[in-house]
């Protein structure tokens, strides 16, 4: 039998104290859910870590299994946990409309449809005034297309090789990871152009994005030019000039590429970028399902981080904090387009829906946790960065505010992704000293560090020391 490898490395990382206790756990014993799991639940539906976690509470950013064990999650149930795990005043202002309306149709006029559509159109430039309320991620980013085929009456839509915008037949043409895409028809009229990568691509260097950390790579550009861009922007221009007509629907990127491990474009790119498909006449769309609401720190939008106003703007994930909900803003003349036929959702911008967005834009303020998030995120990443630094596996930290990534590689020089299932050593090492954090990038080389916007300096602490310990076990047991 082989014998279990033991570190000599232990953890000096103490846990953070939190004054929450959990309910006890009463459901299902645990070999239950995973027989329950195998027989009734659809096998594309796959869990994280070896031995999968039972997760029974949460608490802003912690949460707890079956066993009472506590978590600090770095990962917010992917990017969607905005405010923090069933966060008091989010579920007041729940609790009071479960009692007083769930749910009636659209058709007719209810209060909190109407509050939220000003409060939320209120955060965004003119003329970003009106909003169309749906269900999923996927579900706005499929609208987001339909509404620049419809305005423009083309119909080709450009998008970035890496960029992940749902896994709806239609968004699955936009969406340019291989792991989502299955062996049917789809993307047709939508051309991926290269991602401006200034880790993995071709060109980069030490200046070009907009994080408190830059990559190790040097470059020769001089104050106010970007070689890297330029070069990004030919590529660009090479695609309008050869794979689609001269003129196009749209072009749609995250100002952030999530799924893809938060890769970051040089300055100016999307800029230079949107100018290239006005020309053409078409929109800009800024997928901010997983940048928006504060989380990038210095701005509540991602697109405003770039300096650009969109066409259309897809929204999601956080802003529900975990319930079902999305939306598209756009303008009123865009908006338009679409009532010239029937287009009906049953379930978007149901009255408690509206309640829980309300109630988490009232949460972002209050709590101040835009502001957090810049504080707080630029302090872990400055952190991270030096485990950059010391170790050769550790080939790039970047993000900005709550929006991290760290992707890992065999050396620094070749930044050849490292295996899978080493990441994974690591990964669930970080788990079992009780730090949940994600996986992504086109071969899942890169840790996804999105955490509650909540957290505190504190909590980095903790979770930078568990990844240290992390990291040197594996070094460890290389040698």
Not at 49 to 57: A, F, S
Not at 246 to 261: D, R, S
Not at 343 to 358: E, S
Not at 372 to 384: A, H, I, K, P, R
Request: net charge positive; glycine share 10%; proline share 5%.
């Amino acid at each position: 039998k082989q014998q279990k490898w033991k570190s000599s490395v232990s953890t000096q990382a103490k846990m953070p104290p939190c004054d929450f206790v959990p309910e006890k756990y009463e459901s299902y014993p645990y070999e239950r859910m995973q027989k329950i799991r195998e027989q009734n639940i659809a096998p594309s539906l796959r869990t994280y870590y070896k031995k999968p976690l039972l997760l029974h509470q949460g608490h802003m950013q912690w949460l707890f299994d079956h066993r009472g064990r506590r978590y600090l999650d770095l990962f917010a149930g992917i990017v969607t946990v905005s405010v923090g795990h069933c966060h008091p005043k989010v579920t007041m202002a729940t609790q009071k409309q479960l009692a007083r309306l769930w749910h009636t149709t659209n058709i007719y006029m209810y209060p909190p449809i109407h509050e939220y559509a000003e409060k939320l159109t209120s955060l965004f430039p003119d003329p970003l005034k009106v909003v169309y309320l749906t269900n999923s991620g996927s579900e706005a980013n499929d609208l987001a297309m339909f509404m620049a085929r419809l305005h423009t009456r083309n119909f080709d839509i450009i998008c970035l090789r890496g960029g992940y915008h749902g896994g709806s037949p239609y968004t699955l043409g936009l969406t340019s990871l291989t792991s989502y895409k299955h062996g049917v028809a789809n993307g047709f009229g939508c051309t991926t152009t290269m991602l401006p990568d200034v880790f993995r691509g071709p060109w980069g260097g030490s200046h070009c994005r907009d994080s408190p950390v830059q990559t190790v790579r040097k470059c020769s550009c001089t104050q106010g030019a970007c070689l890297a861009k330029d070069q990004y922007i030919e590529q660009f221009k090479d695609t309008l000039n050869t794979s689609v007509p001269k003129t196009v629907a749209g072009f749609i990127a995250e100002p952030i590429q999530g799924v893809n491990g938060a890769v970051q474009y040089p300055r100016n790119f999307l800029k230079e970028a949107y100018q290239l498909i006005r020309e053409r006449g078409g929109l800009c769309i800024s997928d901010e399902v997983q940048t928006g609401f504060g989380r990038t720190g210095s701005h509540f939008w991602g697109f405003q981080t770039h300096g650009v106003v969109p066409d259309i703007v897809t929204l999601a994930k956080g802003i529900g904090n975990g319930f079902p909900m999305a939306a598209v803003v756009t303008t009123k003349e865009i908006a338009n387009s679409l009532a010239q036929n029937l287009h009906f959702n049953t379930f978007g911008g149901n009255p408690l829906a509206c309640v829980v967005g309300a109630a988490v834009l009232d949460a972002i303020e209050e709590d101040g946790l835009q502001k957090n998030s810049e504080d707080v995120g630029t302090y872990m990443l400055l952190e991270l960065a030096k485990l950059r630094d010391k170790f050769e596996i550790v080939g790039d930290v970047r993000g900005k505010g709550l929006m991290i990534g760290v992707e890992m590689v065999t050396d620094k020089d070749s930044r050849r992704p490292l295996p899978a299932e080493e990441i994974g050593e690591i990964w669930e090492d970080c788990k079992d000293m009780g730090v949940l954090i994600g996986r992504g990038g086109l071969y899942s080389q890169t840790f996804r560090i999105k955490p509650p916007m909540c957290i505190t300096k504190r909590d980095v602490d903790f979770a930078v020391e568990v990844f240290h310990t992390a990291l040197q076990r594996y070094v460890e047991r290389r040698a």
